[in-house]
Every structure is written in structure tokens, then in C-alpha cells.
């Protein structure tokens, strides 16, 4: 047996994980200086990892060779490998728990208390991940989509009112499912995130969708190992070969040319009003988003009171909550909206943001025509309800026929309402505001800010070149 030595081996102090139910003791070591997560064992007592942890001290006081990619020292890792040779009729005995089972388990552990928006992404990471492993179904895997997302993935469900089609699809799902422990054989690992690559219909995905998935995947086997059926993380193995796409790569920043001067915005946001007869009601939602750095979540749950428009200057919005349309199947009070806290935030923090006299004006007309809701929110739809993303996108979508020319309507220019926050706060990089203030403004860590928003707008690189050329004297 051949193994990678390394003498370099430093052992952690043994701890409890308190959330853990069948191997609560951790015990963690490292070998060699890769980086890389550092070893893990998990015992049902103290004394086992003790026990262990004594056996580890021992092969580094006798100068034993460790291995560096298995992390044991090389006798204990040979009797190891010649134990799981010698039983392997007795391993295939063992009640495997089954990869589906698992993911409904972790969809429960993570329901209570987490936002709909989480909700729904839990559910839709988990069940692309089954459908990666499961064999063609024997209906449209469509159905099966739906069946896993709506049904078995969501805890909220009854499923005793689920209809025999679905009921005999997951049960198809149960008995066809590879068990969880199948992850740790890193071939089949690799092949499930290349899986994870491509959409339903086959294409590639877009690196925020697969990091999203590839996300889920993560704390679904990190869940694994808390339960006790895996010994560690496989995505941790340094011989996973396996690596992320090249075009993926820094693709988490903003796309430029997506960006708009505020020409190009005000334009966008005038054409609203030529879309549908309430396109005007949305005139001053667009605005939010651009002026007040707003997401469209926080812009729709806005209230008249939270707003700060003098006659003249400048004036502030304090946001405090978002009201995110997530579906009746995911929030607690069983309607489509689930009202929150801000982002990030607790449900009591707010964010102050100054608002420049344009959208003061925005608002303050919107208010004139329009009215507020009952309860005081200044945006609702045609039927009084509240705001749909898709109404807005659609919206959108429309009114730039009419703001852009051809070859601004077939590039990336403003392509989604998200378009005009990210153009917002570009403006307000531009103009110099320090990236600290701008963030706080924005809700963002500094991190964040500088790593996706700091964009050049496009038709504005003459200015820092007129500003280069001052200081070169030209």
C-alpha cells in the first residue's frame, strides 16, 4: 500500500456539537500545510474520541508516517482498508439511509424559522440534486420536478392529500434513490456536479444558478455528517477531481454593460407609463430601485410614512421591511407575499438612505395620483394587491421598446428591474461616494460592494480620463 508521508500533524482539542444526535464528539487534526478543512472523526462518547485521539498522539511521539491525503498513519489506514475488504457481504446488509429520505429530513431541519425565499431555495436545490441521481422516472420528469419541489420537499404539505399520480411518483423516487453514503465515492460525487451544470432543459446554467445548487449540496452532506452517515464532507477531499467551469469564474460581478447612465434609466422609466394603463403606477417603483438604491422586494413594501419629501432638496427613506412574493406553499400565513425584515438584517433594524429631489418629485406625484394602500404602502397593483416581480419584469421588458433604440434593445442594457439598483449604486461609486457609505446605503457589506457593483458605467470613461489627463499635466 502506497501512501503520501507526512510527519507534520497538528491535533485539535475534542469538542461536543451540540445539534448533533448520534456521534456528538468531534475530533479534528490536520496533515502537511494544504489547504484544505482539517480531518474530522465523530464519536457517540468523549471517551471514544479520547481513545482515538491517544492513538494519534502515539504514532506522532513514535515518528509514524501520516498519510497526507487520508489523514491516518500508514498501519492504521492499512488495517482500515483490509477491514472494509474483508466485509463487504456484511456492508451490503447495513440499512443505507436513502439520499431522497435524507433530503426531506434536511428540508424539515431547515423550515421553521427561515424565509420563504430560503424555503423555496432549499427546495429547488434539493430537488435538482435528486433528479440528477435518479434514473430516468417512468413519467415526464416534469411531474417529478413538481411532485419532489411541491410535495415531498416542502414540510408544509399533507401529504395525505397528495394525488395517486404524485404519491406513486415519490414512491417511485423512495425505492429508485441512492443511498447517501453512495456521495462519498467521489466518482459519482463528480458526476453529480457536472449534473449540476445545466438546466432542465439542458443548457448551462448560469454560474449564480449552479452556485445556488452547489450551495445546497454542501450543507445537505455537511447535514450528513452532523447525523452521523458520513464520516466528512466528500466536496472536501482533495482527490474530488473535479473543478469549477473556467467561464464561471469571477462571473458573480455585475455584467457592465447591463448598467445604465441616467439618461438611459429616466428614459426606461418614462417609457413605463406607454406599457399598460397602469403602467404609470409603476413609474415611481422604477425609480426606487435607481434613485433609492432600493431592491424590488424593499421598494414594494414601502410606505408613504417611511418617506422624508420636502418641498425642496433632498430627501430620505427609512426601509424596514421587504415583502417578497414567494407563493402560498411557502409562507407561514399561507398567502403568495411573506413580509420581513430587511436582507441580512435583523426584523428591527432599518437602513436610512438620502433620496436626491428626483425621486422626492417620483414619489411625491406618484402620491398625487395614486393614493397609498390602506395601510399606508405606496405601490399595489391594478387589483389592489401587492406588487408582483413579474408584473415589473414584464413591464420592464416592455418599456424598453420604447426607451431604445435596436442595438440597445438586443444588448444587455437594463435587461431586468434588478438592472437599475446595480446602476444606482455604480452612479454613486462613480460620483465618488466612499464605498463604505455607499454600502451602508445599498445594505451591503464593503466586500460585497467592491466585488460585484464597482462598475464603470457605460458613455462615462471620458470623465476619468479628463481626470487622468489633469493630473499627467496633458
Known amino acids: 500500500m502506497e501512501i ?3 510527519w507534520d500533524v497538528s491535533l485539535y482539542k475534542i469538542d461536543e456539537i451540540k445539534s448533533a444526535t448520534k456521534r456528538p464528539w468531534r475530533l479534528r487534526w490536520r496533515v502537511g500545510k494544504l489547504k484544505r478543512p482539517p480531518f474530522t472523526r465523530y464519536f457517540t462518547s468523549e471517551n471514544q474520541a479520547g481513545n482515538f485521539k491517544k492513538k ?6 513514535e515518528g509514524r508516517a501520516f498519510d497526507l491525503y487520508e489523514g491516518l498513519p500508514a498501519d492504521m489506514l492499512r488495517a482500515k482498508r483490509e477491514a472494509e475488504a ?4 456484511a456492508l451490503a446488509t447495513v440499512k443505507r439511509l436513502s439520499l431522497y429520505d435524507h433530503a426531506r429530513d434536511y428540508a424539515v431541519a431547515n423550515w421553521a424559522g427561515r424565509a420563504a425565499n430560503t424555503r423555496v431555495g432549499n427546495a429547488d436545490g434539493l430537488r435538482d440534486i435528486l433528479i440528477a441521481v435518479l434514473p430516468e422516472p417512468p413519467k415526464p420528469v416534469g411531474e417529478l420536478r413538481l411532485a419532489l419541489r411541491n410535495w415531498a420537499l416542502n414540510p408544509s404539505a399533507d401529504m395525505k392529500a397528495a394525488p395517486p399520480a404524485v404519491t406513486d411518483l415519490l414512491a417511485w423516487a423512495a425505492e429508485h434513490s441512492p443511498a447517501v453514503a453512495d456521495l462519498a465515492d467521489l466518482g459519482a460525487l463528480h458526476d453529480l456536479l457536472e ?3 445545466l ?3 439542458g443548457k448551462k446554467a448560469s454560474a449564480r444558478h449552479f452556485d445556488k445548487r452547489k450551495g445546497t449540496l454542501a450543507a445537505l452532506l455537511k447535514h450528513a455528517v452532523v447525523k452521523g452517515e458520513l464520516d466528512d464532507n466528500p466536496l472536501h477531499n482533495p482527490r474530488l477531481a473535479w473543478h469549477r467551469p473556467s467561464d464561471y469564474r469571477g462571473a458573480s460581478a ?7 447612465t441616467r439618461e438611459q434609466v429616466e428614459a426606461l422609466i418614462a417609457a413605463v407609463s406607454y406599457t399598460w394603463p397602469s403602467g404609470g403606477s409603476y413609474v415611481a417603483f422604477l425609480g426606487c430601485l435607481y434613485y433609492g438604491m432600493m431592491r424590488p422586494e424593499e421598494a414594494a413594501a414601502l410606505k408613504l410614512n417611511q418617506c422624508d419629501l420636502p418641498a425642496t432638496g433632498w430627501g430620505t427613506v427609512t426601509l424596514s421591511q421587504a415583502a417578497t412574493q414567494v407563493g402560498r406553499l411557502w409562507t407561514d400565513t399561507g398567502t403568495s407575499h411573506e413580509v420581513r425584515g430587511l436582507k441580512h438584517r435583523s426584523s428591527k433594524d432599518v437602513r436610512i438612505v438620502p433620496i436626491p429631489p428626483r425621486l422626492v418629485e417620483l414619489i411625491n406625484t406618484h402620491v398625487d395620483r395614486y393614493g397609498t394602500s390602506r395601510g399606508g404602502t405606496l405601490f399595489r397593483s391594478a387589483t389592489g394587491r401587492k406588487v408582483s416581480p413579474g408584473t415589473v419584469w414584464l413591464l420592464s421588458r416592455q418599456a424598453r421598446e420604447y426607451a431604445f433604440g435596436p442595438a440597445e434593445r438586443l444588448s444587455n442594457l437594463l435587461k431586468r428591474p434588478y438592472s437599475l439598483r446595480h446602476s444606482g449604486i455604480s452612479l454613486r461609486l462613480y460620483a465618488g461616494v466612499p464605498p463604505v457609505q455607499v454600502a451602508a446605503w445599498a445594505g451591503h457589506s464593503v466586500e460585497v460592494l467592491l466585488r460585484i457593483y464597482a462598475n464603470v458605467i457605460g ?3 471620458n470623465r476619468w480620463q479628463g481626470e487622468i489627463d489633469k493630473f499627467l499635466g496633458e
Not at 56 to 61: F, G, M, N, P, Q
Not at 86 to 89: E, G, L, S, V
Open 4 to 6: 503520501e508521508p507526512c
Open 86 to 89: 474483508k466485509t463487504p457481504a
Open 254 to 260: 455585475v455584467d457592465p454593460r447591463e448598467v445604465g
Open 195 to 197: 449534473a449540476l451544470t
Open 56 to 61: 494519534l498522539e502515539v504514532a506522532i511521539i
Open 199 to 201: 438546466c432542465h432543459n
Open 459 to 461: 458613455g462615462y470613461e
